[in-house]
């Protein structure tokens, strides 16, 4: 995985993820009903509807943080933008890690996410500031989870719909919201096989890219069952060690006007890139 690699060499050392979970379960009150009912709720059938909920409910904010671990070094990947859900399409800014010497060495990334593509702008060595670099995410070892810096909100839902297991922890505060936190094991493999169209081909590259198909999440649902927090434990091979992969997504402010529009052909660099 070229992209990870270049992250990897990079060797920032990075704090512990932006999105935590604050305050603790316990709070009293009239939603008090509404969060009982979920916790009495079947926790792998929460889950697993956890994409189609999102498509339900169109578009939302979104931030991202991809922390990766590996011989001493770690990284984070910080993201943010919008997505629609409806649409499958978002638009995120990527910013790699600050390095030992207190300077990432380049500027923010731009990325469009699309059904079957990823577009990066200020992405890759000798591409033009105007040109966009496409890549085909099933075309990619990862399908997309780890390579882009920030796992495709769509996927790291549609990735829900693999869980063979799923306990209910316990209800927590998450940006003023209480949600009902929920932790399992998920299977990519099986995901494809149950993802929407626009996922399943992305999703089946990672279920044959990765050494592993069990996933280990962390998914927090709000009262209506969308999901506003998710994280994903991943692990790979990269020459020879093991990387260890922790990716998280934040939901919120749904409904909040996205607009995605893909570069023209001509936008697009056709030449060599070098990561």
Not at 90 to 106: H, M, N
Not at 241 to 255: I, K, M, W
Request: charged share 20%; glycine share 12%; aromatic share 6%.
């Amino acid at each position: 995985m070229v992209v990870q690699q270049h992250w990897l060499r990079r060797g920032a050392c990075a704090a512990a993820a932006v999105m935590g979970v604050s305050g603790t379960a316990g709070c009293s009150g009239g939603g008090d009903a509404v969060a009982d009912a979920r916790a009495g709720a079947d926790p792998l059938l929460s889950v697993r509807k956890a994409a189609d909920v999102l498509a339900e409910a169109g578009t939302a904010k979104a931030r991202t943080a991809m922390e990766t671990a590996a011989g001493g070094t770690r990284v984070t990947i910080r993201g943010e933008g919008g997505y629609d859900f409806r649409r499958a399409m978002g638009r995120l800014r990527v910013v790699l890690p600050i390095d030992p010497a207190g300077s990432s060495g380049q500027q923010p990334i731009t990325e469009l996410l699309a059904p079957g593509a990823l577009y990066m702008k200020d992405r890759g060595a000798g591409v033009p500031p105007d040109k966009w670099v496409r890549v085909d995410t099933a075309a990619l070892t990862d399908g997309n989870l780890v390579t882009g810096g920030a796992t495709d909100p769509a996927a790291a839902a549609e990735l829900l719909r693999g869980a063979r297991s799923a306990t209910f922890v316990g209800h927590v505060e998450l940006a003023g919201v209480r949600v009902a936190h929920y932790r399992g094991v998920t299977d990519i493999a099986h995901a494809a096989r149950a993802a929407s169209a626009h996922a399943r081909g992305a999703l089946t590259a990672a279920a044959k890219g990765f050494d592993e198909d069990a996933v280990s999440f962390d998914a927090y649902l709000d009262s209506e069952g969308r999901l506003r927090k998710v994280r994903h434990q991943f692990s790979f091979a990269n020459q020879g060690r093991t990387v260890a992969v922790a990716s998280t997504t934040l939901l919120y402010e749904f409904g909040a006007p996205v607009v995605v529009r893909l570069p023209d052909r001509r936008d697009i660099y056709a030449g060599r890139v070098r990561m």
